[in-house]
C-alpha cells in the first residue's frame, strides 16, 4: 500500500509540474500574439519601431529561457510568425517580419536545435535585419549524417526575391551550416540560390512559393531567365552516398 501511494504521489507530482508548465507556455503564446498583432497595427512607424524591438527582445529572452518551448506547437502564434520544426523535433525556426522594412521586407529569427538531450538556442542580441525567411526543412540522410535542407525566401523589393536550400548539420553539440553537400559541374557548395521575378509567379496559389522541390532522393532546382522569369525546367540533384550530384535537366 505504502508502495502505491508513493508511486501515486510521484505521478501526481509530475503530471502537476507538466500541467504548470503547459499553463505557462499557453499564458506566454497568448501574450506575445497579443503583442505581435498590435506591433502589426500600428501606423506610426516611431511606435512601431519601439513595439517591435520590444517583441524582439523578449521572445528572445523567453525561448532562450525556456528550453521546454522547443516540444512545445505554438498553433495559436503561427498565426503571425513562421515556426518550423524538423520531422525528427531536432531542429526548429523562429521567424518573424519585424513590420520594419518597405518592399525590401526585414526579418528576425531564433533557432533552436537539441543535442546529446540539451536545446540549444542561437540569436542576435541586437535586432535582426534579414530579408530571408524560413518556409521548410527536409531531413536527408548522407554519408550516414542527418542533414536539414533548410528552404529560406529573400524579399529584396515588389518585384526582385529569391529562394534557396542550405544544409545544416547538428555535430559535437554545434549547429553546422557550412558542410558542401550539393555537387554541381564544376564545384561543391553549401547553399544553392535561386533569384527570380517575383512577377513570373505571381499567379501560382502557394504561399510561400514551392520552386525549389524534393522528391524522394531527388533535388530540383527552377532554371531561370536572364530576365529573372522562372522556367518550367529544373536542374535535378540526385542524392548519392555523399551529395547531392547534378544529373541534369528535365
Request: charged fraction near 25%; include cysteine.
Amino acid at each position: 500500500m505504502a508502495k502505491f501511494f508513493s508511486f501515486f504521489v510521484i505521478c501526481f507530482f509530475i503530471s502537476s509540474t507538466l500541467y504548470g508548465q503547459n499553463t505557462t507556455l499557453d499564458n506566454k503564446e497568448i501574450y506575445f500574439s497579443k503583442e505581435y498583432k498590435s506591433l502589426s497595427g500600428h501606423e506610426d512607424y516611431d511606435t512601431k519601431t519601439v513595439q517591435s524591438v520590444k517583441f524582439s527582445q523578449e521572445f528572445k529572452k523567453f525561448i532562450s529561457e525556456n528550453p521546454e518551448t522547443f516540444a512545445y506547437d505554438f498553433n495559436k502564434l503561427k498565426e503571425n510568425i513562421y515556426i518550423i520544426t524538423s520531422e525528427d523535433k531536432k531542429l526548429r525556426f523562429y521567424v518573424w517580419d519585424t513590420e520594419l522594412g518597405g518592399t525590401m521586407k526585414s526579418f528576425d529569427q531564433i533557432i533552436q536545435y537539441s543535442s546529446n538531450g540539451k536545446v540549444k538556442t542561437i540569436y542576435s542580441k541586437e535586432q535582426s535585419d534579414t530579408p530571408y525567411f524560413i518556409s521548410e526543412i527536409v531531413k536527408k540522410e548522407i554519408n550516414q549524417q542527418n542533414y536539414y535542407l533548410v528552404i529560406s525566401n529573400g524579399i529584396f523589393s515588389t518585384k526582385d526575391q529569391a529562394q534557396a536550400v542550405q544544409a545544416y548539420t547538428i555535430r559535437n553539440g554545434q549547429l553546422i551550416d557550412s558542410d558542401k553537400i550539393f555537387k554541381t559541374k564544376t564545384t561543391t557548395l553549401n547553399k544553392i540560390q535561386v533569384d527570380f521575378d517575383f512577377f513570373s509567379v505571381v499567379d501560382r496559389p502557394e504561399r510561400p512559393f514551392k520552386l525549389i522541390k524534393f522528391d524522394q532522393n531527388k533535388l530540383y532546382i527552377p532554371i531561370v531567365d536572364e530576365q529573372g522569369a522562372v522556367s518550367k525546367k529544373f536542374l535535378i540533384y540526385q542524392l548519392n552516398n555523399n551529395y547531392f550530384q547534378y544529373i541534369g535537366i528535365k
